[in-house]
């Protein structure tokens, strides 16, 4: 979330870098302008309507003392009873007047909820993914002397994955893996986990799964995105499935205050995610791509605000190790402005290159939310040697999402007799160097 005072002062900046987005001011701000000019009439209101009635207070009690004393004269009673009037009308106007003000900071909420982050200096604008910019590659595409197989046929072949008895159990978007194709799934998290705990730094959490509506509002979830999730009525408190660990990590420190000689604070985490998937209807409709439920490894930092740019350009480079040490081809992007997330102020893409289906695929999202989601959490810091509390910013970036990760290591590593190669990297992982067909 925004903060108030700096979309109040800097309006035409907000509705500019919301253009930049694709988006109407107009639709997104609505009457913001009106509510704030509003609530200003109602604070300065409120405001003389106090200063009257501290004014009149002390008169009315040198009245009532000298009425106490028995030396009110016949004016003065009058005088008393005219200041008590005018101050029991004072009171009623305070009143009302706090109500209006209480009414007015909770519409100027609705609208700062639905204002999206400002995209950061940097971030190319553009009104789509095609105006996406890409800043490297590493590695080159595999080189077949056969036609390459996308990962549905392979599965089915190999017996590892097994999507019609998903849909017999579940429905549309969910898998079921055998055998080794399993075993590669953990055995993939497990080398991520490893890899960024034990090389790069960063501490494992293991949270829950749901989530409260607080949580799901932090990160920005929430109340924007709720038709993309799924929601699990708990007594009287809606509970919800996380999309990503990315919530529940972000919210461990919803309401503290973080001592700023911890920061930069690193946390890895693999969780299940669950998605609804919405808006996706007809889109990657086969295969694993798209999935109502998958497994995800997600980094997560908390970062001094000065230093969250240095920290986002690490936390891409930890996830690209991953695709590094698995020897997959990918590139990343920039996302420009059309194209970021509602929470981000700059997003890279790392997209790992499917020879099956002869496209880069998006395996990871890497972002810098700056204040945004913390603002919206209250996740503060406290400045070494200092007294008044900042705001930190928050990171984070999957490494990687497991299930396309699978896709991408079946499709890239697989061999001219049906099987699959499993990268040396991998191989204590799985206790195997190649997956051969199989039949369930």
Not at 235 to 247: F, H, K, M, Q, S
Request: charge should be neutral.
């Amino acid at each position: 979330m925004l903060d108030l005072n700096f979309v109040r002062d800097n309006l035409p900046l907000v509705e500019e870098k919301l253009r930049q987005r694709g988006m109407d001011p107009a639709e997104v701000l609505g009457n913001f302008s009106a509510i704030d000019q509003e609530r200003r009439r109602d604070i300065t209101t409120l405001e003389t309507a106090k200063r009257r009635r501290n004014e009149l207070s002390p008169k009315i009690g040198v009245l009532k003392q000298a009425e106490k004393r028995g030396t009110l004269s016949g004016d003065q009673q009058k005088e008393l009873e005219n200041l008590a009037k005018a101050v029991a009308a004072e009171k009623s106007t305070i009143e009302q007047f706090e109500l209006r003000v209480r009414e007015d900071d909770e519409k100027l909420l609705q609208v700062l909820k639905t204002i999206p982050n400002l995209p950061n200096e940097s971030v190319p604008i553009g009104t789509s993914a095609e105006q996406n910019v890409e800043v490297r590659r590493w590695g080159a595409p595999p080189k077949f002397d056969f036609a390459p197989k996308p990962h549905w046929e392979l599965g089915e072949q190999l017996g590892v994955l097994d999507l019609e008895r998903a849909a017999k159990i579940s429905g549309a978007r969910f898998a079921v893996y055998w055998d080794l194709g399993a075993k590669l799934e953990r055995a993939l998290a497990n080398f991520m986990l490893d890899l960024h705990t034990k090389e790069q730094g960063y501490t494992e959490v293991l949270p829950p799964y749901m989530v409260n509506s607080e949580s799901m509002y932090g990160t920005g979830q929430l109340p924007k995105f709720a038709s993309d999730l799924f929601r699990v009525p708990h007594g009287e408190r809606d509970l919800w499935l996380i999309p990503t660990a990315e919530v529940p990590v972000t919210n461990l420190y919803r309401d503290e205050i973080i001592d700023g000689a911890r920061l930069p604070i690193s946390l890895t985490a693999y969780t299940p995610c669950f998605r609804s998937e919405a808006g996706s209807y007809g889109k990657d409709v086969r295969g694993i791509i798209r999935q109502h439920q998958f497994q995800k490894v997600e980094l997560v930092k908390f970062s001094r605000p000065e230093e969250s740019y240095e920290q986002l350009e690490k936390l891409t480079r930890d996830a690209e190790n991953v695709l590094q040490k698995l020897g997959l081809h990918y590139r990343v992007v920039t996302l420009c402005t059309g194209d970021m997330g509602f929470s981000s102020a700059k997003t890279y893409d790392i997209e790992v290159w499917l020879p099956g289906q002869q496209l880069f695929r998006e395996i990871s999202s890497c972002s810098n939310f700056e204040a945004f989601q913390a603002r919206r959490a209250n996740i503060r810091f406290r400045p070494e040697g200092k007294s008044k509390t900042e705001f930190v910013h928050t990171l984070n970036g999957s490494a990687l999402a497991v299930g396309r990760t699978w896709v991408a290591l079946v499709e890239n590593h697989q061999q001219p007799d049906g099987s699959v190669h499993i990268p040396e990297a991998l191989q204590p992982y799985m206790g195997a160097d190649r997956i051969t067909p199989k039949k369930f």
